[in-house]
């Protein structure tokens, strides 16, 4: 298993930010891991609600499956995928709102054979794209 977090603190209300993260269409202009929704991006956003997305793990193209787990609007996107050769992903994307500003942490989670050989530079890229992900989200909505 190889699990990463990122957080950064980001100075715009939980609302402007939940609007950017759940915005789909938009998506690519600041997850560095993501490249396209084949067919796009869960409709509705609801719990239970599965989508496809095409992305670049380790700079490598993989497809996911995902399914929301959990959704709690303004504070919660919790998502958890199948992608190639086995891997299972979990990503959590948790707001605190604290006045006009939001933390935001974003936890990942890989398991499957094939982390295993590859944990340690997992770990790192992932990381890496995380907090790229979370800078460019703080731009947009800064």
Not at 31 to 36: I, K, V
Not at 85 to 95: E, F, I, K, Q, S
Not at 96 to 107: K, L, M, S, W
């Amino acid at each position: 298993m190889a699990a990463v977090t990122a957080q950064v603190r980001i100075e715009a209300p939980a609302g402007q930010i939940w609007e950017r993260l759940t915005d789909f269409e938009g998506y690519g202009r600041w997850n560095a891991t993501h490249t396209d929704f084949p067919q796009g991006g869960p409709d509705p956003l609801e719990t239970g609600a599965e989508y496809e997305e095409s992305m670049k793990l380790m700079g490598f193209p993989a497809e996911v499956r995902w399914t929301v787990r959990e959704l709690r609007p303004e504070r919660l996107l919790d998502i958890r995928g199948k992608g190639p050769m086995g891997v299972t992903l979990a990503m959590r994307y948790a707001l605190e709102p604290d006045g006009g500003a939001t933390p935001v942490r974003i936890d990942g989670e890989f398991t499957g054979a094939a982390v295993s050989l590859m944990a340690g530079k997992l770990k790192d890229s992932a990381s890496s794209a995380l907090q790229t992900s979370l800078s460019e989200l703080a731009a947009l909505v800064a």
